[in-house]
DNA sequence: TCTATATTTGGCAATTTAGCCAAATGGCCA
DNA sequence: TGGCCATTTGGCTAAATTGCCAAATATAGA
């Protein structure tokens, strides 16, 4: 039970690592819209092509974004559209620290 | 708004990167039940309790958790409970993926 | 005050990650 | 086939992360 546990952690911290950056969280809300193709995410991140490949292939391999290959280009999509929930609990996170702070600074 | 947005991306993922480690999510788990002083929580890990203790202030660091001090001990506590539906999401990926895979097993 | 317990901090070695360039691969079309 | 476009991969360096030990700090109690 403990290993299997263990285990658990592992396969969920996996994936949340996958999130774990700032440009692939971009990556996610941008497909979280449509789908793109990784041309359209590069123009959009703003970085070199061979790291928006790199950062795509992160979150595929964490079973975030699924590819589908059509004529010369590879087009990502979400695999499950809970991230959104995902971000809001994030925005909580943000909120309530924001808000303790305020608290401290009266 | 480029650069408010890009300001976003990366307080959400200090946030997901604090979340993104086995132990980490071990505690998160933990504190979703109950508050819990760091020996608590080092029995609980099976790490030295200086890892614990750095593990700890990542989370704290990030607003995931709060500390308070009462006598000898520190309890640390979740600072909010939608960690809960954020997990929940991540179960949805792994058991996605799971099903794909079984598909291309067919 | 002296000691034991609880926790944090400093420091270090090993590992992982990020982002760039260059090169390889795959598809499309003249 | 040859050339172009889209994408991935290899390789490299710089930076960040992890986990342990040792040492510092704080609190409670004899």
């Known amino acids: 039970m403990k290993a299997k546990s263990k285990a ?3 396969a969920r911290a996996k994936i ?10 971009m990556i996610v809300d941008e497909l979280s819209r449509r ?6 995410l590069t123009e959009m991140v703003g970085s070199d092509v061979s790291t928006v490949s790199k ?5 595929r391999n964490a ?3 699924r590819d589908e290959k059509r004529g010369s280009k590879v087009y990502y999509t979400l695999r499950t559209p ?6 809001s609990c994030i925005e909580t996170v943000i909120k ?5 702070q305020l608290d401290l600074a009266k």
């Open 63 to 65: 079973g975030v974004v």
């Open 96 to 100: 309530s620290r924001a808000e303790e």
């Open 55 to 59: 950062h795509l292939s992160v979150l």
């Open 8 to 10: 658990r952690f592992e």
């Open 82 to 87: 809970c991230i959104l929930s995902f971000m």
């Open 35 to 40: 789908e793109r193709c990784v041309c359209d």
């Open 16 to 25: 949340i690592k996958a999130m774990a950056h700032p440009t692939r969280l």
